[in-house]
Each structure stands twice: as C-alpha cells, then as structure tokens.
C-alpha cells in the first residue's frame, strides 16, 4: 500500500538515520515547510540527477534552527525510510510543492559478523587514509554511517540507497574500499615523492 508525500527534489541521497540542515527559501518549500509544521507530516526528498531518478527517502521535520523575517528557515531533519516512486504530481493540487504516491523499500538491517567486520575493517583504513578526525564506534556504525564520506558518486550513494539488506550494502562499500584504497595510497606516495624533490638529498656513492 502506498502513501502520498509532500515531495523536495534535491541533486542528492538521503539516507535513513541521516541528519540533514537545509536552508529553505523558495516560497513552495516555505509553504511545504509551513504545512509540515502544522500537520507534523514527514515529506520526501527525491534524488534528482539530470530528471527524477524515481527514488528517495522520507524524511521528518527534527529542528528548526532559525526563522528569518522574510519566511526563510534553518532547518534540521532526519532520514526515515527509503521509497521509490509511484506517482508524481508537479505541483500538487492547492499547493505550489510538488507531491507524489510512494512504495517504502524493504530494508533487512541484519548483517552477518563476518560481513561487519571486513566492512569495518575497510572503512577504518579508508578513514585512515582521508584523515578522518573522528573515532568510528562500531556500535553506531551501518553502511548508510559514512556513505557521504567515502568518495560514493552520487548514482552510486543512490545504488546503496536502494539495496534492501544491510549484509548487501556492506558488501557493496567492501568492493568500492577494495577499488579506492589503493588508489588513494599511490596518491599518497607520489605526494611523498614530490615533497623529497626540493630537498637536498644525500645521495650514496655507488660502487661500479
């Protein structure tokens, strides 16, 4: 059974669990927003590359961080649940947003203890590698954790987006850590390579 959302497009993935600020300031989503507050409705935001990819995730209203005088909003939201599309109505009727019919995708959150291990193993060096400032805490860590933060397309954050078991997604971000990493290495050692070259080297005398 499918069930009808307020829809924002946006050139970008939302994941479940995601917090997200945006800044709202074209009149239909100050209306979108109004009508969100006053009806404590969630809303979607559609991943939009190009036209509509026919995805996205609902998200809910968790903070309002700012309200200006001319109606534009600070906002914080969370990500809920991934959808896919089944209707779309530019805008809706009565209103200057647009809406649409979703189907909420199956999502499975178990992962095997092997699966979660190679992952967090691969993720903490390519954290490693990118300087990443904070402290991973398995705990508190699925595929969708760092997805924004790892070097994922957009296409390919809307590939995860859609996977429905988490032991899959893991497996998905394993593959591209297996791509990247070594990638990200080579580039660390030609940085290395390249500092050395203005350095005055003290070179041994080669015996011949």
Known sequence: MGMYLPMFPLKLVVFPGEQLNLHIFEPRYRQLLADVEEGKLSFGICTY?????????????????????????????????????????????????????????????????????EFLFYLKELLYLLHFPEEIKPEHTSSFTYAHKIGLKVEEELELLQIPEEGKRMEYLIKHFKRIIPVIKNIERAKEIIKQNGHFKNLDPLDF
Request: glycine share 10%; charged share 30%.
């Open 49 to 117: 590359l190009d036209k509509l990819t026919g995805f996205g995730t609902e998200v809910v209203l968790d903070k309002v961080y700012k309200r200006y005088p001319d109606g534009r909003l600070d906002i914080k939201t969370k990500g809920m649940r991934a959808f896919r599309i089944l209707t779309f109505e530019n805008p809706m009727k009565g209103k200057l947003y647009a809406g649409g019919e979703v189907e909420f995708l199956e999502n499975s959150p178990v992962a095997t203890a092997v699966q979660n291990h």
